[in-house]
């Protein structure tokens, strides 16, 4: 009962403030000018563009950080590739490089064995052929590099990621 009370006096106080308002043409003006505002304010709350701040963008990137490192999270390995995969090239290969490492050797993720092969032919400007390991040339890559990648697939060889066979080929050339 109070509440409908209550209701009742809001509802004859705005429609006396509107007709006093209305009498006089400033107060017209006024009301016009009012309902204008509010019809673009609430119109404006349904366009707003979604603002997205350096420091959400960090938080996001330590928690895709933070999964990939200690959780071994695939999906957050997948933003963070594909991310840096956008990134120039230097930064792109250094990163990819610490990730996929991460993810291949704590949790064994077999992708990541493959992205980190990759990273490490990429920073010579060398292309692995998956498809076939014995169209593989090394010879054109630096002692360090080879070294480096022959270490890496004696590891996906241990870890039953590549056979015995395509890393003979490889040895071959």
Do not use: P
Not at 32 to 50: A, G, P
Not at 63 to 86: A, H, P, Q, R, W
Not at 96 to 113: D, G, N, P, R, T
């Amino acid at each position: 009962m109070a509440v409908r009370i209550f209701l009742k006096y809001i509802y004859f106080c705005t429609v006396a403030t509107t007709e006093s308002l209305a009498e006089s043409l400033q107060g017209r003006k006024l009301l016009v000018i009012f309902f204008i505002f509010i019809f673009y304010s609430c119109n404006d709350l349904n366009n707003q563009k979604k603002i997205i701040t350096i420091s959400q963008t960090i938080t996001k990137y330590d928690s895709l950080t933070y999964n990939v490192i200690n959780k071994g999270d695939t999906n957050s390995y997948y933003e963070i590739y594909y991310g840096f995969m956008d990134a120039n090239e230097m930064e792109r290969t250094d990163s990819v490089l610490k990730y996929s490492y991460i993810m291949a050797e704590k949790f064994h993720y077999e992708k990541a064995y493959f992205d980190y092969l990759d990273a490490v032919t990429r920073k010579e400007k060398f292309q692995m052929d998956y498809l076939n390991f014995a169209n593989n040339d090394f010879q054109k890559l630096k002692n360090e590099t080879k070294k480096e990648i022959v270490i890496w697939l004696n590891k996906m060889l241990k870890r039953r990621i590549i056979t015995i066979e395509q890393l003979n080929a490889i040895k071959n050339k």
